[in-house]
């Protein structure tokens, strides 16, 4: 299922809150929202006072906006830290930590847009990721979705924009946003007008002129890393979200396009969303966009509350900057490194650090966190106190966990056909690359080239070659699919982290989009080498050698998803596949026909002993003979190699690598779904 290519005309679309942010974010002037002046913490009041009229008509993405008052309180996290090199005797010491953040506390109510700055390591990306609910092990404190903790319908709600933009490289920008379009907005929305919103996105990012160029990644020039962080950005901007997170969505900018970014921000901030975004170092014209401000310094805070309010409020803890127009960004993150402006100099107007000194500037973080809590901290806590959990549920458009919440946004079909299409797309060039074309070309013409014309006077020939059928397609699908997951894991982990589509339809679609040149490859090479290495000239023959030599890819296959699945790692996953390979390949019965009995049960779990069977068994009937000595002629079931193999019960072979062919796939699922972040 490709996007369609589409013309949109904006004025037409009757669907579009993003029109409605288009026109708010033309005005980087706008007034604060109403929501800054309401002390009430249950914002979705506010939401409730639009007009009917309003609500319907942007109909379908405005049913959807439910508003979120975001409430943290106390939140930290330490991580454990690994025990230095050496230390032989460490083991039974319990391990270090290391406190990430401490005692973060904070509020943002739709219609607000909340900063987080610090320094490089202060810990707000680990806030940020805390707050979206992604955070591995154990947050401490609360966090608060309209009073309810996180949850499933919360996380279909939340938009999540990382540091590190996660794309598909070979994906032009409009199928990126489309395919994304299709997949998270839900089915009332018919094709056209998702793709108008993937439209609208890349028309409010200003993705315009690199629309149809390929996104790109580190070894795939694409398009500039700006336009890249946008794309990500526009990713989550479509499905609407009612709290977005952003973790420094200007980074890469210049000041024009990163003034643009936060400018469309607060516009979906004031169209009743709650949005926080981290920044590094954002200009005085950036800063004044925002409407609240969370300094954090090595993960404490030092200053939470409105972003006008921060010079009088250090100023009034003795901390005021030494110029009259200093960029408040600037000054802010001086003072979270423990830089302060001299203030009890005479001369004001320098500006500069006090001191260099270690010692002095801890200090100066010290007071600046106890200042915190001693004036900032007990107005926070009061704000957050004030309950409206049972409030929300009486009013429309809250956040209560109802069951339609729960569903997803598309059917299962519509995620499988969706990811099925955007699959095939992306991996076009890696699965029918000449590389792998001509790789597998070379194989097999030169293999009917050493086995020319062999008949069954060289019968050991020949069931050399069959057992190399056997390998060979053991081999090339396993270590195929053993990178499958590993390499799609950065996406997975995003995707399904927002809730995007279901394990399962995303499974199955990876499955059935690398079937096409799985299969096709080995049907090329047995053709070439089944006819020049001179197996039998029969057409059944043929077909049965090729049908198994098909199961047995498509086992391996599932063998290696398995494995891939279960390591989550190229490396690892690549060494136990030759590892793996390497026990079939010798316990197959080809090389080896007297293995101890203690060891013999290896090629039981050897797909590859069962597709070498079947092919032998295919290939000779029980009254064939081949010439075992001069003008001799002997049974073929009595060749030492076959009759060791036994060429009997070939519906238990197939037994076993049906059982195997389900058993690895299920495997596989199992493995990734473990895997799968909360
Ligand atoms: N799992 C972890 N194990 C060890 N240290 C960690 C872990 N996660 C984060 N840290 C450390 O915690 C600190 C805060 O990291 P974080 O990424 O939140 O900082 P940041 O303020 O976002 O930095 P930047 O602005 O450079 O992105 C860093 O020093 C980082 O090395």
Request: charged share 15%; aromatic share 10%.
């Amino acid at each position: 299922m490709m996007p369609p290519e589409h013309e949109t005309s904006i004025t037409n679309n009757p669907v579009s809150v993003l029109v409605n942010s288009r026109i708010e974010v033309t005005s980087t002037h706008a007034e604060p929202p109403s929501s800054l002046s309401n002390t009430s913490p249950c914002v979705d009041d506010q939401m409730s006072d639009q007009p009917p009229s309003t609500l319907a008509q942007f109909s379908v993405l405005r049913a959807s906006l439910r508003p979120i008052t975001l409430k943290f309180e106390n939140v930290g996290y330490a991580v454990k830290l690994q025990p230095t090199k050496g230390t032989c005797f460490s083991s039974h010491e319990p391990k270090p930590t290391r406190e990430i953040l401490n005692g973060v506390s904070g509020i943002v109510r739709p219609g607000e847009l909340l900063a987080m700055l610090g320094p490089s390591g202060s810990g707000k990306t680990t806030l940020l990721t805390a707050l979206a609910g992604r955070l591995p092990g154990k947050v401490s404190g609360t966090i608060s979705y309209n009073g309810q903790p996180f949850s499933s319908p919360v996380k279909r709600k939340i938009g999540f924009v990382s540091q590190d933009d996660v794309l598909y490289p070979h994906l032009t920008v409009f199928e990126t946003l489309a395919y994304t379009a299709l997949l998270r907005l839900p089915d009332k929305l018919t094709t056209n007008e998702k793709m108008e919103q993937a439209e609208l996105v890349i028309m409010e990012l200003g993705l315009t002129r690199c629309r149809n160029n390929i996104v790109g990644g580190p070894l795939l020039r694409g398009v500039s890393g700006g336009e890249r962080k946008r794309v990500s950005i526009g990713q989550e901007m479509l499905v609407n979200p009612s709290l977005l997170l952003l973790d420094e969505p200007a980074s890469g900018l210049d000041s024009t396009m990163a003034q643009r970014i936060v400018a469309t921000l607060r516009g979906l901030a004031r169209g009743g969303r709650t949005v926080i975004t981290t920044i590094h170092q954002p200009s005085s014209r950036l800063y004044r966009m925002f409407d609240k401000v969370l300094v954090v310094s090595e993960g404490c805070p030092i200053y939470s509350g409105s972003a006008g309010g921060v010079m009088e409020y250090f100023g009034s803890i003795g901390y005021e900057p030494g110029f009259n127009f200093v960029n408040p960004a600037d000054f802010l993150l001086d003072l979270a490194n423990g830089m302060t402006p001299d203030t009890k100099q005479d001369d004001h107007h320098e500006y500069h650090g006090r001191t260099d000194h270690h010692e002095d500037q801890n200090s100066t973080k010290q007071y600046l966190v106890s200042s915190y809590k001693k004036n900032l901290y007990p107005a926070l806590k009061d704000e957050l106190r004030r309950s409206c959990g049972a409030h929300i549920q009486s009013i429309p458009g809250a956040l209560p966990s109802r069951s339609s919440d729960d569903q997803w946004t598309t059917s299962w079909w519509m995620e499988f056909k969706v990811l099925l299409s955007r699959g095939l797309k992306e991996r076009k060039h890696e699965s029918y690359s000449g590389l792998r074309i001509f790789q597998v070309m070379t194989v097999s013409i030169l293999s009917g080239l050493l086995w020319w014309h062999s008949d069954t006077s060289h019968i050991q020939d020949q069931v050399g070659l069959l057992f190399f059928f056997s390998i060979f397609w053991g081999f090339f699908p396993l270590f195929n699919a053993t990178f499958a997951f590993p390499q799609e894991r950065p996406m997975l982990i995003k995707e399904h982290s927002s809730g995007m589509y279901r394990l399962s339809s995303y499974y199955f679609a990876r499955m059935a989009g690398d079937l096409p040149m799985e299969l096709v490859l080995p049907i090329i090479f047995t053709t070439i080498t089944y006819w020049m290495g001179g197996l039998k000239p029969s057409l059944v023959t043929f077909t049965l050698t090729l049908l198994i030599i098909l199961f047995n890819v498509l086992v391996s296959q599932g063998l290696g998803l398995a494995l891939g699945a279960i390591l989550m790692d190229m490396k690892q996953g690549t060494t136990l596949a030759s590892v793996t390979m390497l026990v079939f390949l010798l316990a197959g019965g080809y090389y080896i026909q007297h293995i101890p009995a203690f060891i013999a049960w290896l090629k039981y779990i050897s797909f590859s002993h069962y597709c070498y069977k079947l092919l032998v068994g295919v290939q000779y009937s029980e009254t064939e003979l081949y010439e075992c000595g001069l003008g001799v002629r002997c049974r073929v079931l009595d060749f030492p190699a076959i009759s060791y193999l036994g060429i009997d019960n070939k519906g238990w072979d197939v037994a076993a690598l049906a059982a195997m062919l389900v058993g690895y796939r299920v495997l596989a699922y199992v493995a990734l779904k473990m895997g799968q972040p909360r």
